[in-house]
Nanobody, 114 residues
Framework: QVQLVESGGGLVQPGGSLRLSCAVS????????MAWHRQAPGKERELVAG???????TYAESVKGRFTISRDNAVNTVYLQMNTLKPEDTARYYC????????WGQGTQVTVSS
């Protein structure tokens, strides 16, 4: 049974940083390309960043240079380091594979506001 448990969200001022974590179980984690997605109120869920089993990374243009995705295969966890946060980064953040084929977790809320 696949389980994705996101954590690390919160309220932060513009320009601040947060680090999200996602603990993954129920899949052969080290071979899966994992990703972070986000969904803001009234908007479609969007792909933010992805990382292959070999640690090749991709990013949405809106976060390139500010966000860094990484993974630790020893503890089946994927991370998202978010720097220079903007109000438009406010959303609920979820991890999944790139296409969102796994069962979604509860996500973690990120709110960027002064």
């Amino acid at each position: 049974q696949v389980q994705l448990v996101e954590s690390g969200g919160g309220l932060v001022q513009p320009g601040g940083s947060l680090r999200l974590s996602c603990a993954v179980s129920g899949i052969n984690f080290e071979i899966w390309t994992m990703a972070w997605h986000r969904q803001a109120p009234g908007k479609e869920r969007e792909l933010v960043a992805g990382i292959s089993g070999g640690a090749i990374t991709t990013y949405a243009e809106s976060v390139k240079g500010r966000f860094t995705i990484s993974r630790d295969n020893a503890v089946n966890t994927v991370y998202l380091q978010m720097n220079t946060l903007k109000p438009e980064d406010t959303a609920r953040y979820y991890c999944n594979d790139r296409l969102g084929t796994l069962a979604w977790g509860q996500g973690t809320q990120v709110t960027v506001s002064s």
